[in-house]
């Protein structure tokens, strides 16, 4: 299977927005749960965030919890991570992956796209 492929990442302002979309091809995410990671360096990597197959039942760290918002378009095969009031501790990898199991939350992923920059300036 083809590996999703993430896009929208970059530099912005602490207090900015970004929007990160993550395609993926063919059925890869058809019936199962995704959902979004990310990796700064010298940690491990970290949820963020998950929604469901249907796009119905989402999931935060509470971290950016009512900051950011997952949304799913299953027509076009893409997620999306809206990240509003930026803050310098959101600058990670950020990552999109699928749940092996589940429809309704990523607690075991499988599929992971190869990431995408989100650097926070002061």
């Known amino acids: 299977q083809v590996q999703p492929v993430e896009s929208g990442g970059g530099l912005v302002q602490a207090g900015g927005s970004l929007r990160l979309s993550c395609a993926a091809s063919?059925?890869?995410?058809?019936?199962?749960?995704v959902g979004w990671f990310r990796q700064s360096p010298g940690k491990e990597r970290e949820f963020v965030a998950s929604v469901s197959w249907d796009g119905v039942n989402t999931y935060y760290a509470d971290s950016v919890k009512d900051r950011f918002a997952i949304s799913r378009d299953n027509a076009k095969t893409t997620i999306y991570l809206q990240m509003n009031s930026l803050k310098s501790n959101d600058a990670a990898v950020y990552y999109c992956a699928r749940d092996r199991f589940s429809g309704v939350v990523v607690r075991t992923p499988d599929v992971w796209g190869q990431g995408t920059q989100v650097t926070v300036s002061a």
């Open positions: 063919g059925h890869v995410f058809d019936s199962y749960a």
